[in-house]
Every structure is written in C-alpha cells, then in structure tokens.
C-alpha cells in the first residue's frame, strides 16, 4: 500500500498562475484534508472533506479550492497563486467512527515568486 | 484563545536516555489528542494517541499522559536512538477529525 501519495513533490509559480495539487489514498478511507505547513504556524487546516462528495472550509480557505473527484482523490486548487501561499502542503486521510489518526503524504513544497 | 502549545522548542538528548515532550492544551473540551513525528522532507507519521477517558496508553518504546486537570499532554520515549531525532507534534481533537497541531519541538539525539 502507498498510503497518501501527493504530486507533484516541488512546484514553482509566478504570482497570478494557477495550478492544481493532487492526493490520492489507497486506504479506502472516507475523509481527506489539505493543511499547510510554514515555520512557526505548525500545520493548518485548509479544507477537508468528510466523505465523498462533500467538502468544508478548515482555518484558513481563502484563495483555495477543493474538489473530491471520487473516494480515493482530493485535489487543491490554487486560481491565482500569491507569495503568501509558499508553504509545504500536505494531504492527509482518516477513516470514520470518531476520532481516529491523519495518515499524511509526504508534501507538496510551492514557492510562489 | 484555544490552542496547543509546547513548553520546549527544542530538546537535545544523550542517546540511550529518555525523552519526554511536553504540550499543554487550552480547551478542556478537548477529547482526542495525537502525538505525530514528522523527519525532514517528510509528512507528519502517527505516533500514539489517547482519548480523554484515559491518562496513560503506551506502544512500542513510547507513552503518553494526560493529565485533564492541569490541561498537559507528554510523550516519553524511552532509550532515544538516533533515529527518533525529529519535529514532534501534538494535536487536540473537540469534535471529530478537526485536529488543532501546536507549533512541534525538535529533538536532538547525541550519539
């Protein structure tokens, strides 16, 4: 099993460009998430997904979007990328019946020039 | 505001000691913690986890305690190798998956 696989690994944009970032998950889980990662601000919750077809706005959405394409992938969209968007991104999923641990991709890292 | 804190940025350790990271958590609703261990370059890797029905659960070298009453969470890890250096996190859950992470201490192991 890959677990949570993110592509791509590094991406570099100019402020204005647009670019997709994609998770897959291969533990039939039914929740998935988008966190970003910047030094000090520990790991924030973009947006998340509680099951297929539905999607929600974590801590901090704004110049994000979302899309839950089936069970397995969840992919975060970035329409105008700005310098405040570098950060390293992370996917993560869970399964249902309460709480129970994030399995986490290994990141996306994006600078945004 | 509610949040999840760590007392130590960073820890050095002698390998072959113990470790303990400390986190305190502001909200007493709080009823799921997670203790995750994230390596350079990598994603954050589970660890452990306690709910609040509990005070103690240990694994494989590692425990963790709740103390509700003073709001503090710790990891111990016993006989630190060298492979636990790294960024550890702690995480709080008030309801459901919606994990709040504290800003994570590194720790070092001296060989």
């Known amino acids: 099993n890959a677990g949570v696989t993110q592509t791509p690994k590094f991406q570099v944009l100019k402020t204005g460009q647009s670019m997709t970032l994609q998770c897959a998950q291969d533990?039939?889980?039914?929740?998935m998430y988008w966190y970003r990662q910047d030094p000090g601000m520990g790991l924030r919750l973009i947006y998340y997904?509680?099951?297929?077809?539905?999607?929600d706005k974590g801590e901090v959405p704004n110049g994000y979007n979302v899309s839950r394409l089936n069970k397995r992938e969840f992919s975060l969209r970035l329409e105008s990328a700005a310098p405040s968007q570098t950060s390293v991104y992370f996917c993560?999923?869970?399964?249902?019946?309460?709480?129970?641990?994030?399995?986490f991709g290994n990141g996306t890292r994006l600078t945004v020039t | 505001g509610e949040s999840v804190g760590l007392h130590l940025p960073t820890l050095s350790v002698q390998e072959g000691d113990n470790s303990i990271i400390n986190c305190a958590y502001s909200n007493s609703a709080s009823d799921y913690f997670i203790w995750y261990k994230q390596e350079s370059g990598k994603g954050p890797q589970f660890i452990i986890d306690i709910r609040s029905n509990m005070d103690k659960r240990q694994g494989q070298r590692v425990t963790v305690l709740l103390n509700k009453t003073v709001k503090h969470l710790s990891l111990q890890i016993a006989a630190t190798q060298p492979g636990d250096s790294a960024v550890y996190f702690c995480?709080?859950?008030?309801?459901?998956?919606?994990?709040?992470f504290g800003g994570g201490t590194r720790l070092m192991v001296k060989p």
């Open positions: 995480a709080e859950s008030r309801r459901g998956n919606m994990l709040t």
């Open positions: 997904s509680a099951s297929e077809g539905t999607t």
């Open positions: 533990m039939n889980h039914n929740s």
């Open positions: 993560a999923s869970s399964g249902t019946g309460g709480s129970s641990p994030l399995h």
